[in-house]
């Protein structure tokens, strides 16, 4: 089974689904406040990328099911990946320290 990646607009509610895609890609337009991950199998990588848009300045709260994920860079038009193994529970652990900076 092919899950590829999806796009999603941060405009609208996210949800994150780990039977659709195993990489999501964000356009970060406004603050994301509330997002969610479902569907996350163990031992699985997911990915996220989120663009700022020209603006930037934008907050993204990482759902709460993503652990030691980093902060999103605030710059404008920067790109902020961060890679996640699945773990029993449906939870993430990010696979790089939240500490790593570009």
């Known amino acids: 089974m092919t899950r590829p990646f999806q796009i999603y607009d941060s405009g609208t509610p996210l949800v994150f689904d780990g039977n659709e895609a195993v990489c999501f890609i964000v356009n970060l337009r406004n ?16 990915t996220f ?9 934008h907050t993204f709260a990482w759902p709460s099911k993503c652990e030691n994920a980093m ?5 404008a038009n920067a790109t902020t990946v961060q890679s ?10 990010a696979d790089i320290p ?3 900076t570009k």
């Open 71 to 75: 902060m999103v860079d605030p710059a």
């Open 84 to 93: 996640f193994i699945g773990t029993t529970g449906g939870m993430l652990l």
């Open 98 to 100: 939240a500490t790593w």
């Open 49 to 57: 990328v989120i663009h700022q848009d020209s603006l930037g300045q």
């Open 31 to 46: 603050n994301v406040k509330t997002a969610r991950v479902k569907n996350i199998a163990p031992g699985a990588r997911y």
